[in-house]
């Protein structure tokens, strides 16, 4: 780990660990053991990849997935987001803290960072847009609510 929060040790997943991500995206709360079955190893080299994948932070964490009848009345929204200078690493750690955050993209043009969101109700993303934009460095933000897919 760098002193100063950059980057962690710079390891290159093998197709070992590509396997083992693809498992936990099907199943994030498969056991060590039934991911040692799936992917013909033994239990504690799935258990040395689990830490080395999140030791080096490519690995951020677990999560849920939800059928989209089951999410359909959430607010679903994209917002494109301005950083200043060089806060962009700052931001994304804060962004990265906002669970309704649910996916963030760097991204080319007028526009440094795109967040997906979603939110159970209208009050709560009302809360995700002033957390974003009162994040240092934010300097300006646009928002658009996805209404239906087409």
Do not use: C
Request: aromatic letters at 4%.
């Amino acid at each position: 780990m760098t002193m100063n929060g950059g980057p962690r040790q710079h390891y290159v997943p093998d197709e070992l660990d590509r396997q083992l991500i693809a498992q936990l995206r099907i199943d994030g709360r498969a056991s060590l053991s039934k991911l040692a079955d799936v992917l013909g190893v033994a239990r504690g080299t799935v258990q040395n990849r689990l830490e080395r994948l999140q030791e080096t932070g490519i690995l951020l964490g677990f999560t849920i997935r939800v059928r989209e009848e089951f999410d359909s009345q959430s607010i679903h929204a994209i917002m494109m987001i301005e950083v200043t200078g060089k806060t962009t690493s700052h931001v994304i750690r804060k962004l990265r803290g906002i669970s309704e955050i649910h996916s963030l993209h760097s991204t080319n043009g007028n526009w440094d960072l795109i967040a997906q969101i979603r939110a159970a109700n209208l009050a709560e993303f009302d809360r995700v847009l002033r957390e974003v934009r009162m994040i240092d460095g934010v300097t300006n933000s646009e928002t658009s609510l996805l209404l239906s897919s087409v």
